[in-house]
Structure formats: C-alpha cells, structure tokens
Nanobody, 114 residues
Framework: QVQLVESGGGLVQAGGSLRLSCAASGMFFRINVMGWYRQAPGKERELVASIGTDSSTKYADSVKGRFTISRDSAKNTVYLQMNSLKPEDTGLYYC????????WGQGTQVTVSS
C-alpha cells in the first residue's frame, strides 16, 4: 500500500519561510509526477506545484516565484520550499501524484499570521 507522509508545517509570520517534506513509497515515487496540494479553510483542495520524473516543474500562479518544488530520488522524498509566505497560503498541505492519485496522507498544517 502506498504511504505518503507529510511534515514540516508550522506557524510562521507573513514573509517567513517553511520547507515541507513528503516521504513516499519507493515505486510510487519513482514512476510518478509528484505534486503538492493545499486545502485552505472552507475551500477545495488545489494543486499548487508539481514535479515530473525529469524534474520539470509547474506552479499555480498564486505561488509562482515564491515556492520551489524538488525531489530526491535517493530518499523517495519531495520537498516544497515556501518563501515570502502570505496569510492566504494558510492551509493543510498534502502531497500526491496528480495523474495517479493514491490515498491521501494526513497532511501538514501551515499557518501564516499577518
């Protein structure tokens, strides 16, 4: 069974930074595009960044220039470096494979205070 374990969230002031990590099951990680999703309070879950097996990246307009997604194949881990955080970045962050989604992990909470 695929396991996705997110970590690294926390409470940070606007303008601050956080780095999220997602450890994934080996084969699932190796063959899939991986992505980070965000679910803000009262809103639907949205894809904010994705990274291909060739490390090509895509970003939602709302995070472009502030967030950087990366992957480490040796550790089966995908990262999300978040800089210049804004209160509207607050939410529960999850990782998954956008084109072959597995069960969701527990996510990691990011709270940005103004």
């Amino acid at each position: 069974q695929v396991q996705l374990v997110e970590s690294g969230g926390g409470l940070v002031q606007a303008g601050g930074s956080l780095r999220l990590s997602c450890a994934a099951s080996g084969m699932f990680f190796r063959i899939n595009v991986m992505g980070w999703y965000r679910q803000a309070p009262g809103k639907e879950r949205e894809l904010v960044a994705s990274i291909g097996t060739d490390s090509s990246t895509k970003y939602a307009d709302s995070v472009k220039g502030r967030f950087t997604i990366s992957r480490d194949s040796a550790k089966n881990t995908v990262y999300l470096q978040m800089n210049s955080l804004k209160p509207e970045d607050t939410g529960l962050y999850y990782c998954n494979a956008p084109y072959r989604r597995s069960n969701w992990g527990q996510g990691t909470q990011v709270t940005v205070s103004s």
